[in-house]
């Protein structure tokens, strides 16, 4: 069985430009549970159909994430009771190019998710008034 890297390198790369190009904001995001053994199969199979980001030559990066909510974790108890409606909010900073972003991610009810980015380069983990602004639009509070 291949590496994971390895099969990754015979993948088409997409560069982030090419990404910026394409809107994924408005998407169905599948989740599956598997043993990682099955992983590399799982590519080579999907290898004819998707492509994967490359920055100068790689194609695994690390982020962090910090994750908004209730003092009651509101946010995770919808998540947890597979609420149909809800949101989540979460700064996110990509360690290997240091940009970073507020995101809001919204189900809709019917299977669809909708994600809105707010670029916050040089102000990670602070909610800028774009940011709280996009918040109030979203939940209408």
């Given amino acids: ?59 695994t990066f690390q982020y962090e994430s910090v994750y908004f909510d209730t003092p009651d974790l509101q946010s995770y108890q919808d998540h947890q009771r597979g609420k149909a409606r809800r949101n989540k909010f979460r700064f996110r900073r990509y360690v290997d190019c240091g940009d970073s972003y507020f995101e809001i991610k919204t189900r809709n009810g019917k299977g669809r998710n909708l994600k809105t980015r707010i670029p916050a380069n040089g102000s990670f983990m602070q909610l800028s008034s774009a940011i709280k602004q996009k918040i109030r639009e979203r939940t209408h509070v």
């Fill in 1 to 59: 069985m291949s590496s994971i890297e390895g099969i990754l390198r015979d993948y088409q790369g997409i560069s982030l430009s090419e990404l910026d190009k394409i809107d994924l904001s408005d998407r169905k995001d599948y989740k599956s549970v598997f043993p990682d053994s099955l992983l590399p199969r799982f590519l080579e199979q999907l290898l004819p159909r998707y492509r994967v980001l490359d920055m100068n030559g790689r194609r």
